[in-house]
């Protein structure tokens, strides 16, 4: 059987067009959605480190080795970590901005400006360290935002 249009040209005007009031509701959303994402992504901080491998040397560490290549200084007052087989060894600062730190990741040879105790008194335990051991580090490079990250690649 054939369908039969029971509808007057009225109604099926009234039926098939859609209310301007839902089309800007959806663009207002839109734009709230857009706006929100755009800002989170400046608001939100990514974390950077680098992790490496350094050197005693008298009584400074030399960075001789990192995992990825850095394109800027390492600041002043940025956090180091210094690892033995993956325990916490040091915890500190540097002293004054890396500007040395080549684009090549191995072989490198660079001061890393934080002076540390040759002999260490931890409590119950006493020990020290000798010239050309090496630690596993992590340098905490300054975060900035996914924005800024966005736009630097």
């Known amino acids: 059987m054939d369908k039969i249009e029971l509808r007057s040209e009225k109604v099926r005007n009234i039926i098939g067009a859609i209310p301007p009031f839902i089309v800007r509701l959806g663009n207002v959303f839109l734009v709230l959605i857009i706006a929100t994402l755009f800002l989170v992504a400046m608001i939100v901080e990514i974390p950077k480190s680098v ?5 005693v040397k008298g009584d400074s560490l030399y960075l001789t080795e990192i995992d990825k290549i ?3 200084k390492i600041p002043k007052g940025v956090e180091v970590k210094i690892f033995k087989e993956g325990k916490l060894f040091y915890n500190g600062f540097t002293q004054k ?5 080549s684009l090549k990741a191995k072989a490198i040879n660079v001061e890393i400006p934080i002076k540390i105790n040759k002999k260490v008194n931890n409590g119950a335990i ?4 000798s010239d050309g ?3 596993d580090c992590k ?4 975060s900035s935002s996914l924005w800024n ?3 630097s690649h």
Do not use: H, Q, R, W
Not at 139 to 142: D, K, V
């Open 139 to 142: 340098i905490i490079l300054p």
């Open 133 to 135: 051991v090496k630690f």
């Open 70 to 72: 850095i394109d800027s």
């Open 97 to 101: 901005a890396i500007t040395e730190v």
């Open 51 to 55: 992790e490496g491998v350094v050197v």
């Open 126 to 129: 006493s020990f020290s360290v």
């Open 149 to 151: 990250e966005i736009l």
